[in-house]
């Protein structure tokens, strides 16, 4: 395996699901590094290829999905080459993941002990006594009370919050150098929420595993990132750091998400919806893909695509507004 600072690298991935409709380009030249102990970021609203993304790296597409172009690089080694039978070692072992719904990902007719022995077997050389002590010392890691009882019950008699912290001990049985979470907390309340991305910190300190979390909600990801990466059709729109993101976003799409959710400094203000519905991925747009539904679209938007754009050091984004702006800040 060659020397690399980053533990993942994606370079100008594709990724396509074959329909009877047509192509669906889900996911359009993406491009980031991740470097060990760090936490990157993936939002954008559904459909915008977040967890297709996250799928593609696990390389667990539906069957009418494949990568077409691009780059998986895990400590500088390309996994998009590797057997299925390197992939089974790679996942589990090297990466995993927490699935979206804690409630569905768990089988309902084994046990939690069953499901959790069997990942430790499966990724490790250990007994089923080893295994089972495993889990225990697991299910103690993530907070869960009781660990014996627990591992001796059904999933339907964890809680929500208990289950998706079923899912990360599973996640974490082979202490992976990469976990990627997908939408972690979108079936949970608000303080479960809190709970389980404070977990999550904790054991990144404590394990030093690189993290991707991927979701919608902006203010999940706002004190845990490093970087944040924006997706909308496929493609990235901005990247930065939190404070790049929320204080000097630079790319209208990512001021749209900004403008519609509540802020605590300034509650009586009116919340503003993004217009129009989301982009239809059989039928990209020539030019940026969020230019239908821009407000701030001007005619080259319709039939170039933006490059991406360095606002500072740590910030980049992909918009024509900000072309625009050097050439009238040029001119003034």
């Given at each position: ?11 100008d991935?594709?990724?396509?699901f074959?329909?009877?409709?047509g192509?669906?380009?889900a996911v359009?030249g993406i491009n980031?590094k991740?470097?060990?102990?760090k936490?990157l970021?993936?939002?954008g ?5 977040k967890?297709?993304?996250?799928y593609?790296?696990m390389?667990?597409?539906a069957q009418t ?8 690089k895990?400590?500088g080694?390309?996994?998009t080459?590797?057997?299925e ?7 589990g072992s090297?990466c995993s993941i927490?699935f979206q719904?804690p409630?569905?990902s768990?089988?309902p007719?084994?046990?939690v ?5 069997e ?8 007994s ?11 299910l103690k890691l993530?907070?869960v009370n009781?660990?014996?009882?627990r ?7 964890h809680?929500?919050g208990m289950?998706q ?8 049985a082979c202490?992976?150098?990469i ?8 079936a949970l309340?608000?303080?479960i929420?809190a709970q389980?991305?404070?977990?999550m910190?904790?054991l ?6 690189a993290?991707i979390?991927v ?5 999940v990801?706002a004190?845990m ?6 997706m909308y059709g496929?493609r990235?729109c901005?990247r930065?750091t ?6 000097s976003?630079?790319?209208?799409y990512?001021k749209g998400?900004?403008r519609?959710?509540?802020r605590k ?9 993004i217009?129009g519905?989301?982009?239809n991925?059989?039928n990209m747009?020539?030019?940026c893909?969020?230019c239908?539904?821009c407000?701030?679209a001007m ?8 490059e991406e754009l ?8 992909s ?7 050097i ?6």
């Amino acid at each position: 395996m060659e020397d690399s600072k980053y533990v993942l690298e994606v370079n100008d991935l594709h990724t396509s699901f074959f329909t009877d409709a047509g192509e669906v380009k889900a996911v359009n030249g993406i491009n980031f590094k991740l470097e060990p102990g760090k936490t990157l970021g993936i939002v954008g609203e559904s459909g915008s290829g977040k967890s297709v993304t996250a799928y593609s790296i696990m390389q667990i597409l539906a069957q009418t999905g494949r990568i077409t172009d691009g780059e998986v690089k895990y400590k500088g080694e390309d996994i998009t080459k590797f057997s299925e039978k390197e992939m089974q070692k790679f996942r589990g072992s090297k990466c995993s993941i927490i699935f979206q719904d804690p409630m569905t990902s768990l089988n309902p007719v084994f046990t939690v002990g069953y499901q959790l022995e069997e990942a430790i077997m499966l990724h490790t050389n250990k007994s089923k006594s080893e295994a089972k002590e495993r889990a225990i010392e697991l299910l103690k890691l993530v907070g869960v009370n009781d660990p014996e009882k627990r591992l001796t019950q059904y999933p339907h008699e964890h809680s929500g919050g208990m289950r998706q912290r079923d899912m990360i001990a599973m996640a974490l049985a082979c202490e992976p150098d990469i976990l990627i979470a997908d939408e972690p907390t979108t079936a949970l309340d608000v303080t479960i929420q809190a709970q389980i991305l404070e977990l999550m910190q904790e054991l990144q300190k404590k394990l030093g595993m690189a993290i991707i979390m991927v979701t919608h909600d902006l203010g999940v990801i706002a004190s845990m990132c490093d970087e944040i990466i924006v997706m909308y059709g496929g493609r990235v729109c901005e990247r930065g750091t939190a404070d790049d993101i929320f204080y000097s976003p630079a790319h209208e799409y990512t001021k749209g998400l900004l403008r519609s959710i509540p802020r605590k400094d300034n509650m009586n203000e009116k919340l503003v919806p993004i217009g129009g519905t989301p982009i239809n991925l059989l039928n990209m747009p020539k030019g940026c893909a969020f230019c239908p539904r821009c407000d701030e679209a001007m005619k080259i938007c319709l039939n170039e695509i933006p490059e991406e754009l360095r606002i500072s050091d740590t910030h980049l984004a992909s918009c024509w507004m900000n072309v625009k702006s050097i050439y009238e800040s040029k001119e003034a």
